[in-house]
């Protein structure tokens, strides 16, 4: 991609600008019980003029953002009722007979995980079964005692329902969206022939982000982006038919998320063998209950990430009669540094609501989507027994790759109507590896772990005696250098006012240059759970 800049003159120019919108005509948002903020500067201004008359100028300029903006979250999340075990709520006075147990039960009915057990069914043959839920006499009212710590505590943390409806949550909170960005560019006449050209450019987006709902249980992250640009530029006229471009480019990208609630220890809540870095990573687990909002830790966070890209590239242009020559190459290395957690550090559970099921609910029963056949995910919860769980290992790697490319394009005018596009470029390079050889992949012929061969005297994280190969690459990728791609275009003129226009290329993309490789440093055994 090419980005052009303006460029001084021998006179002082500048300009300023400023954008405001606010919420005076806004209306109130269907759902939310008031108006949301909503305030947005944009200003800025420019100026250039010279350094040195005739010879050196300059040209900057700045732009500022500044946006607070109401969103309405609406949220569902667990009833009070729900939040003391009482589910009586659910009950629907519509009965159905286990076809097992001959047991008769609500269909609304909410049952017990725990007490799941081997029975003989009316026909004889072994089956299984499970007992409602109910306390004191009373039916769907979870024993107290039944509740585990986890989910006691953490439904401590979650806001009460605000509105007329028991499980819904509605707020506004204000959302900020600010960034400050600034261009230098100082361009000097060398002589006549050459012209230097010097950029600068810089974005900085500070964190911004709102959870789902407030509170140490709501879910989200904060985002901060800072984007910087250099590059230098010559441009060489030798004659008025060749031309010479060089350019030396840097780029560098960081990106950091943050989760909002981290200050939590998780095991304070009841929450054992999760990570724990006050600041960085904490809160609780990532909450995934069928109808209820997401609770606690966002996925793929905190992640922290350094891009750099350095490219040179030259061009060099020559008008041969009818043609017209670009003949050029490039060469640029790019690096990423990267933590970031594949899933949630502190763990994720899920909660279908199935393990509460009847597990013989008959196929009317099944059809409706009651209780007694689907299950309640909260009441899941409150047992604590999920689904699923897991905690991710972590990407921890400094990837990248040094790649060039050749290339020759010919723009023939063969009559005045028809002017064709021919070109070939070659791409090459090595293979993405990293800094330190921490990828691991798994030869499929023989089902073992590839490993760099400079690993050999560091002992992987594997179980005893499980297969380990080693590889001479430092990648485990063998480049392919045999990249070339031909260009193909033409325009004709039909008639004065009609142009037709085609063009065919074959393009090529490394493969390290798509999301599959570069979760190579994730794999067991280089990085541990």
Sequence with gaps: M????????????????????????????????????????????????????????????YEGFRSRKGTTENDTLPSLAWRQGNFSDLLTGQTFTDPCTGASSDTGQVFDPTSTKAVTCLDGSTGFARTPISHNGQANVLNPAQIVVPAAKTVALLPNPNVGDPFRYIWSPSLRNDFNQFDINIDHQVRQQDRLSIKYSFRDVPPGGIPDFPGPAGQGDFVRNRQQRASLSDTHVFSPTVVNEFRLGYFRNGYQSSLVNNSTDPASLGYQNAFY?????????????????????????????????EMLLDTLSLVRGKHTFKIGGSISSWWTTQFEPAQSPSGQYGFTGILTADLNAPASVVAAATPAAIGSGFAQFLFGIPNNSGISNTIFSDTGRKVGAAFIQDDWKVTRELTLNLGLRWDFGNSFHERFDRVTDIDFTNGSYILPESRK????????????????????LLADNRNLGPRFGFAYELTPKTVVRSAFGWLFMNPDETTVTIGMPLNLPVETP
């Design 2 to 61: 090419n980005v052009v800049t303006k460029s001084g003159t021998n006179h002082l120019h500048g300009s300023a600008y400023e954008f405001v919108r606010n919420a005076a005509l806004d209306a109130r948002d269907f759902f939310s019980t008031s108006k949301p903020r909503y305030s947005q500067n944009q200003f800025g201004g420019s100026l250039g003029g010279p350094i040195k008359k005739d010879k050196t100028f300059f040209f900057m300029d």
């Design 277 to 309: 870095e006050k600041g960085i990573v904490g809160g609780i687990p990532s909450l995934n209950i069928a109808g209820i909002a997401s609770i606690g830790a966002s996925s793929w966070t905190p992640t922290l990430t350094t891009a750099r890209n």
């Design 457 to 476: 005297n560091i002992p992987p994280f594997l179980p005893s005696g499980f297969p380990v190969e080693y590889s001479p690459s430092h990648s485990l």
